[in-house]
DNA sequence: ATGAAAGCGCTAACAT
DNA sequence: ATGTTAGCGCTTTCAT
């Protein structure tokens, strides 16, 4: 055996029986309650000191119903909501309010509802409201007023922070059209969600404007997962009248779809132009590095949590706000012209 | 009042009532316990569902010892610590566990020992175990199992994550050197953490092995804080006989020296070398892009969670485990030779 | 000024 | 098979 017996938490009582007093005397010490003399506070004090007790968060949020905590729920950890949350750090900071992230641990994928489980086990107790990161759920009344971020399709209705997907979709599309591609695939998200409805319609706008029909055996469901979008990709590419351009509709899609492109023995740009969406910050960590349409992810954390903390202090923000932040095409490497060859 | 008035939690009790049973018997068929019969198995349930019930965490770990929690304790959410957390959504998915994040909102910097804090308000109810970023304190014996990343200097002794601190500062201020540059500067980390001192170790090295002598007052204190750096890097561009080249002991603060320097009409590279270190995505976001030394951040998350997780279980790894990832310099542009013309 | 006791939502002994 | 009860750590009346 090498580990210590750990010695077990220090709970009030340890303070309260070492100081020679009464659990609820060293609770009125903790909490600057009156009815308790100089001498007793100070004697108080120092053990608390001496045992290096806090007060342990759970009970305390059992007891009480004001936590002064924000939950955000991620159904995962990956660049996009990491980036969000770099955002809800921006938010919180100074605001006199802790931030709980948590996530699923990806496993939300076997598990539509998710959400509705963190939140219930959750609100009410631990945390006075919660930013819901692309939820797969519409209706939650619960304890606690919450936000979302690229919410799901349906009665919106919510407090919701999210970009200008349609416009961007439409940009990224005539950014391919104007290159010249006619043949354009479309790698779909997540249907469910409001934001992938309004990236293929879209798609789907521009094309139209630009007098090209699209060919729906080249839109595919990539759900924004890069090993889906990696197999669409890859049975794309494969077909004797492949497409010369691919519109992902994350940049996590995309960036597989150049990975598989690339070990196919396609050149990118030069044989396939890829756009993708989101431009997170691995957009320009790859090979070459990936023409995408912005959204400003952290700001829409920052945005995000800056609503939620109103509506916790019950500031007269309207139910229903809707924050929506522009998007904006970001031309690197990954597009051109298609070659003159096919 | 366009508030509804928002439905308190739905506890255990609705759940019995609503049935006509105990809570006793709810608690049975939430948690599987034999010695309830079908029929009331199944009724509860009904109720349940019906009622959108789950059981609150924070009761939950009130009672029981074990909440397959883990904890993720950071000062605040910035790029470093994002991209960690994205190593520990990697570790986390299929283990069992869930992953709560918990960020002291940049508070920390006013708050010397801010993990000992919330390790206490979390352990021993909401998580079994926590994984400390850059903690700010050493001798923490909790109540539950901890693995320190990037920790602070002092007796070692407790499992722990890093990366090879002085390796890579000696390829930083080796690559300097080889390019021709004498008057070197350095922007140190947070003086307290063992990663800022090793940093600073190996940038001395390196300049001794190449026989020249460190000036002492282009070693400032950057504390690894953007605003820090940004101010001693504009004092220390400022000096008639200015630094060619500066290495900063982390990425924030090499792109706040970036930012400072072509505000004072320097360029970078020609006329200021800037080298950084971590590689954070941003790297690759600035102009130019930086010169750094990469640790493998996602990968140093990935490990102390699996680290910690075994801890956790039981499992025989010893006390003080200790993990180190190599280092490796990534050349970009924000390196070139001192101008002649200096 | 201090303490006893109830109760937040839940689980587990221990009745019945 | 079901219910009663105690108690996890804390705060808060309400005595004293």
Same mark, same amino acid.
């Given at each position: 055996? #090498?580990?210590?017996?750990?010695?077990?938490?220090?709970?009030?009582?340890?303070?309260?029986?070492?100081?020679?007093?009464?659990?609820?005397?060293?609770?009125?010490?903790?909490?600057?309650?009156?009815?308790?003399?100089?001498?007793?506070?100070?004697?108080?004090?120092?053990?608390?000191?001496?045992?290096?007790?806090?007060?342990?968060?759970?009970?305390?949020?059992?007891?009480?119903?004001?936590?002064? &905590?924000?939950?955000?729920? &991620?159904?995962?950890?990956?660049?996009?909501?990491?980036?969000?949350?770099?955002?809800?750090?921006?938010?919180?900071?100074?605001?006199?309010?802790?931030?709980?992230?948590?996530?699923?641990?990806?496993?939300?994928?076997?598990?539509? %509802?998710?959400?509705?489980?963190?939140?219930?086990?959750?609100?009410?107790?631990?945390?006075?409201?919660?930013?819901?990161?692309?939820?797969?759920?519409?209706?939650?009344?619960?304890?606690?007023?919450?936000?979302?971020?690229?919410?799901?399709?349906?009665?919106?209705?919510?407090?919701?922070?999210?970009?200008?997907?349609?416009?961007?979709?439409?940009?990224?599309?005539?950014?391919?059209?104007?290159?010249?591609?006619?043949?354009?695939?479309?790698?779909?998200?997540?249907?469910?969600?409001?934001?992938? #409805?309004?990236?293929?319609? %879209?798609?789907?706008?521009?094309?139209?404007?630009?007098?090209?029909?699209?060919?729906?055996?080249?839109?595919?469901?990539?759900?924004?997962?890069?090993?889906?979008?990696?197999?669409?990709?890859?049975?794309?590419?494969?077909?004797?009248?492949?497409?010369?351009?691919?519109?992902?509709?994350?940049?996590?899609?995309?960036?597989?779809?150049?990975?598989?492109?690339?070990?196919? %023995?396609?050149?990118?740009?030069?044989?396939?132009?890829?756009?993708?969406?989101?431009?997170?910050?691995?957009?320009?960590?790859?090979?070459?590095?990936?023409?995408?349409?912005? #959204?400003?992810?952290?700001?829409?954390?920052?945005?995000?949590?800056?609503?939620?903390?109103?509506?916790?202090?019950?500031?007269?923000?309207?139910?229903?706000?809707?924050?929506?932040?522009?998007?904006?095409?970001?031309?690197?490497?990954?597009?051109?012209?298609?070659?003159?060859?096919?």
């Amino acid at each position: 055996m #090498q580990t210590d017996p750990i010695p077990p938490r220090v709970t009030i009582r340890d303070v309260a029986r070492q100081a020679g007093v009464s659990v609820a005397t060293v609770s009125k010490v903790l909490n600057d309650r009156y009815g308790v003399s100089v001498d007793t506070t100070a004697r108080v004090k120092a053990v608390i000191e001496e045992l290096g007790y806090e007060a342990s968060l759970v009970a305390q949020s059992l007891r009480n119903h004001q936590t002064n &905590v924000i939950g955000i729920l &991620v159904a995962d950890l990956e660049p996009f909501s990491a980036e969000l949350l770099k955002g809800a750090g921006d938010a919180i900071r100074g605001s006199g309010f802790e931030l709980v992230v948590y996530s699923a641990g990806g496993r939300a994928r076997d598990q539509v %509802g998710w959400e509705r489980r963190y939140l219930s086990r959750l609100s009410g107790t631990l945390v006075d409201g919660a930013v819901l990161v692309t939820p797969t759920v519409v209706d939650l009344h619960y304890g606690a007023p919450v936000v979302a971020v690229d919410p799901h399709t349906g009665p919106g209705g919510r407090p919701t922070v999210d970009s200008d997907n349609l416009r961007g979709a439409h940009a990224a599309a005539e950014h391919l059209l104007g290159l010249g591609h006619r043949r354009i695939a479309m790698l779909t998200g997540r249907p469910d969600l409001l934001s992938a #409805q309004l990236r293929e319609r %879209g798609f789907r706008q521009a094309m139209a404007a630009a007098g090209v029909e699209v060919d729906e055996d080249l839109v595919r469901l990539g759900s924004y997962d890069p090993d889906t979008a990696a197999e669409q990709a890859a049975r794309l590419l494969a077909e004797p009248d492949r497409p010369t351009a691919v519109f992902a509709a994350n940049d996590l899609s995309a960036i597989a779809t150049i990975e598989v492109a690339q070990r196919s %023995g396609l050149r990118v740009p030069e044989d396939l132009s890829v756009v993708g969406f989101d431009d997170i910050p691995e957009a320009t960590r790859c090979t070459p590095m990936l023409t995408t349409v912005e #959204q400003p992810i952290r700001e829409m954390g920052r945005r995000a949590v800056e609503l939620l903390i109103g509506l916790v202090r019950g500031e007269d923000e309207p139910e229903t706000t809707h924050i929506m932040l522009p998007t904006r095409l970001v031309v690197r490497a990954s597009t051109a012209k298609p070659d003159a060859g096919l």
